[in-house]
């Protein structure tokens, strides 16, 4: 996917967690959004994958797997929280997260407040 589309999904996206968090409220739990926020998406017609599992390598030796909530378009992953603010062990998990399954964007999305609060996350490759 390119670049204008990548933008196009996340407004996609964030247009979606805003519907979720306008209608159920804040202070749920993390994994109440999450599944809301699939909801919205299946309803949007937005194609994802809940739940997928990535091996963590070391030396050629698998010594745990990673599972992100969601991977929308195969293109984004998206994490979401229920966190006093976005920091910057969040932003380094992110960028964790997209080191293993290979993708280039993630979004972490916070529903813990009254505003919902995102954050758009860029690996650059090397």
Do not use: C
């Amino acid at each position: 996917m390119d670049k204008t589309g990548i933008e196009n999904l996340i407004y996609k996206v964030i247009g979606a967690a805003m519907t979720v968090h306008s209608k159920i409220g804040y202070g749920l739990r993390e994994k109440t959004y999450e599944r809301a926020l699939v909801v919205e998406l299946q309803h949007l017609g937005i194609q994802y994958s809940q739940q997928s599992s990535y091996p963590v390598i070391y030396r050629d030796v698998k010594v745990d797997e990673y599972i992100p909530d969601l991977e929308v378009e195969d293109a984004v992953i998206v994490d979401t929280k229920t966190i006093e603010n976005i920091g910057d062990y969040e932003l380094g998990q992110m960028l964790t997260y997209l080191r293993f399954t290979q993708k280039t964007t993630g979004l972490i999305i916070n529903f813990k407040h009254p505003s919902l609060q995102w954050r758009k996350v860029t690996l650059n490759p090397s």
